[in-house]
């Protein structure tokens, strides 16, 4: 726009930074016509190769006609420290205008949110103008058509698997805490030819993640033709989602959301629906927990997520089925990689069952009945059977196996060293455990970065405990994280004893 | 919270990003249980000190038990390139929580907002949280409350001129282009005794700022004493805000406001107020333009702004008036910061009279009449006679000097060697003038970075022009850029003739 520099000389630091970023000395910067966040055109005339830099400005370190750069433009231009390059003013992007307008609150048409997806994914937006996207994303809401447009661009973005042949089924829970219950429906669901190629996350805030205690078992870091492979040699995989580009702008988004816990519902939908069609799902069922001390606190919200799920889904050419549960109590007694990976095991081997497994055959059953593989009302049975029969947890050595994991049973996987035994100082029945303050307990204990490390409880909700019985334990890497983990469980006790009497007045 | 890492060793990186950044290995993330954009404590045993980091993940470049750490990290910790220092997971800011509470919607306290601005100050806060911020003042607003803590925030936290004696009065525009009334009125005014230290801004989108401008004729990089030394010497100085520290996180909130143009009714006010109060100002006139081209295009909205600017100056004990001025011309005939310079000279020395010089004594007499220099009605009238007189132009030479310029007159003032004549085409009467295609050309022709180019109107609003009569000169560096310039002005030609025929109807 303003002018261009012919002949800075390259200052190169050897990092990646993620965003191509150029530094300019101050005087540069003004004879560019330039400001912090400006855009510039490099390029190097050697190769006529350029590049869209965001511009950075200091008088330190960069003197007059250097300019800074990190290995991100260094490789887009093939340049490198002392080579000279030609810096230019460009006009502003495109997305900046889109950015605004919803942050003034207009909706935004398909091609405004392709527009500034595409710029997200392709590194092209600044930490700053990003930000005040999925900021504005998150106070403004994204309406039905914003939804399945954003659903739409993610897809467009990313890497995608194509299987040849097989019906492609999958599940995804929204904010669930403890129990892993993929780990029991992707070996139930495989078992029947049904193909689920299922990619989870690691732990954020909870003790375990999916892909954290799959990785007890076996190999979770797999590349998208291993994905595809193993599925479609045993039928299902248990992947960690963070390893694939199913998504790269909204890997971008999330990045975004976490410093302030944002999730912005519309977003939060088209992320999970967009992630699931990558890998080819056809048919998905989405589990949403509605409890106090989980994510979702409200049915009325569940239940609006829950439409949206299904519309959008159906927009993108996917059957989805979207279920409230019950998310007042842990789903199983364990908290921690290990732990919950040994738990599910031990479901798949019948020496369990609890509301984990109950909850496991009943979203399996609802896939085997959208698929057809069941008749209405009749997918629980038959999910409940293949569990009982060992087939279930055949398949999961197979997929175990496929994933170059070498754990046969249960009874291999080991749990931290240092256990402190917390025992009830009354008799009662549990009236309620709080899912929250035992996933910190975890935490202090180490979980979930400590694999070994977590909490079992031995008793849910409903159960009777007499006085020294043990309410649960804690397991440690270490004598003093397991101190803390103690301390901070007596101090805050995730139990509530059932009272007949609600109140007194006096 | 959950863990810590002894011995990383520092791969140093000698550059400085404005943020205190710690880059790990994934690995060592994983086991500190921190994802990007968490924050680390560093602590350097060897001489106990520690600072708090934004947490970057990568598996490049940086090894397992390698810390990336860039210069103001270096400096903080007091370390170098192959140290070993502790890192480990801290809480998060409580700042955090107080963004995001803006951004649901609710009101901040005045302790909420003070502590988000300190740690904006203190870059504590990533760009990612501060850009949150500031979109959600922008999406939410600042309700009167939140205008006053901001701008008492932003005072607490920058540096301070105190004057021992005088009284100390100040201008501001918001949002105004070209012409520098205040290169008229702070030696109209410093001509009686009152003391105006003004801090100007540079250029952003405009032809000129003050700042560019006056550095035709002198300094205006002055660091704080010097502005406090040459106020009281010669009782005004025109400087560059920039260069001195006035209200730290305000400079670093417009840094995240420019990339989208956001200007936040309620952040621009106490931005603003805060800047005057950093210099002691105790009488403040606020200049709002209205006009189709310029900011402020509502008279509703100068309105209201014009009453927040009133309130929140008696809330932080500064007498303020607001006056909402014409804006739908320019400001006299000079876009660029030489010729805007030089035109300001010759107003001084009574070469010119126009709206420009009409528009600063009467500013300048309301200043005269807020401190009793001057009765009721009767600035106007003193300012014109101090202007007149050549007091004024007798105070700018001091001013000039003070600021160790050496310009004595305005034919010292060259503009840039290549220009063009545009000559009108038509007899006519001249409707409008649209200032931001005009802007534009003076941004082609080279300015503001080449402070000798720009444009030069012969024509205001409701002059008479015959065909053949000059319209405008363009002065350029080069041949090129006055091309450029002279082929938009032909293109979208900023004059309007005026038409008594508004529609015909057939």
Redesign the interface.
């Given at each position: 726009?303003?002018?261009y520099i012919q002949n800075l000389k390259v200052k190169a630091?050897?990092?990646?930074?993620?965003k191509i970023v150029a530094?300019l000395h101050e005087k540069d910067a003004?004879?560019?016509?330039v400001?912090?966040?400006?855009r510039l055109e490099l390029s190097n005339k050697k190769n006529g190769k350029k590049c869209v830099a965001v511009a950075?400005i200091?008088h330190?370190?960069?003197k007059e006609d250097e300019i800074?750069l990190f290995?991100e433009a260094i490789e887009g231009l093939g340049t490198k420290n002392g080579n000279l390059i030609t810096a230019k003013a460009t006009e502003?992007l495109k997305s900046?205008d889109f950015?605004?307008k919803k942050?003034m609150?207009e909706k935004l048409s398909h091609a405004e949110i392709c527009e500034v997806v595409k710029d997200i994914a392709e590194e092209r937006l600044?930490?700053?103008?990003a930000?005040?996207f999925?900021?504005?994303v998150?106070?403004?809401g994204l309406d039905l058509d914003e939804t399945i447009s954003m659903a739409k661009a993610l897809i467009a973005d990313g890497n995608k698997i194509e299987f040849k042949k097989g019906i492609i089924v999958d599940k995804h829970s929204v904010g669930g805490t403890n129990g892993r219950a993929s780990m029991i429906i992707v070996p139930i669901v495989a078992s029947t030819g049904l193909l689920i190629p299922k990619t989870s996350s690691r732990s954020?805030t909870s003790a375990s993640g999916t892909a954290d205690s799959m990785e007890v078992l076996a190999n979770v870091s797999l590349p998208m033709e291993k994905i595809k492979s193993i599925t479609e040699k045993v039928g299902g995989v248990i992947a960690w989602g963070g390893a694939v580009d199913l998504a790269p702008a909204d890997d971008k988004i999330i990045?975004?959301e976490?410093?302030?816990?944002?999730d912005p519902e519309g977003q939060v939908i088209a992320s999970v629906l967009a992630k699931k069609a990558s890998v080819g799902s056809k048919f998905v069922v989405i589990d949403l927990p509605v409890g106090k001390y989980v994510k979702i606190k409200d049915k009325e919200i569940a239940l609006r997520m829950a439409k949206k799920f299904v519309q959008v889904g159906k927009e993108i050419g996917m059957h989805v089925e979207a279920v409230i549960t019950d998310g007042e109590e842990p789903s199983g007694l364990a908290f921690g990689p290990a732990l919950e990976a040994k738990y599910a095991l031990e479901v798949l081997e019948g020496k369990r069952f609890d509301n984990l497994a109950q909850k496991s055959c009943e979203l399996a059953g609802i896939l085997f009945e959208m698929v057809g593989k069941a008749r209405p009302a009749k997918g629980y049975a038959m999910a409940l059977e293949i569990l009982e029969s060992g087939r279930a947890l055949k398949k999961m050595k197979e997929i175990i196996k496929a994933q170059g994991g070498k754990i046969n049973s249960s009874d291999e996987i080991k749990f931290a060293p240092f256990k402190k035994e917390l025992k009830s100082g009354t008799d009662g029945i549990i009236e309620e455990v709080n899912i929250k303050l035992v996933t910190k307990i975890a935490?202090?204990a180490?979980a979930?970065?400590n694999k070994s490390a977590g909490v079992m409880l031995h008793k849910l909700v409903g159960e009777k405990i007499k006085e020294g019985e043990e309410l649960m334990t804690i397991y440690a890497e270490n004598k003093e994280?397991l101190k803390v983990a103690e301390q901070f469980a007596l101090k805050e006790i995730p139990f509530r004893f059932k009272r007949i009497i609600l109140q007194t007045i006096k």
């Open positions: 726009m303003d002018g630091f050897p990092i990646k930074t993620g530094i003004k004879e560019l016509g400001m912090a966040g400006d950075d200091t330190h370190y960069i800074g290995e502003p900046l950015i605004k942050m609150g600044s930490d700053i103008e930000t005040a999925v900021s504005a998150y106070m403004k954020i990045k975004i976490h410093p302030l816990s944002l935490r202090f180490g979930p970065a994280k």
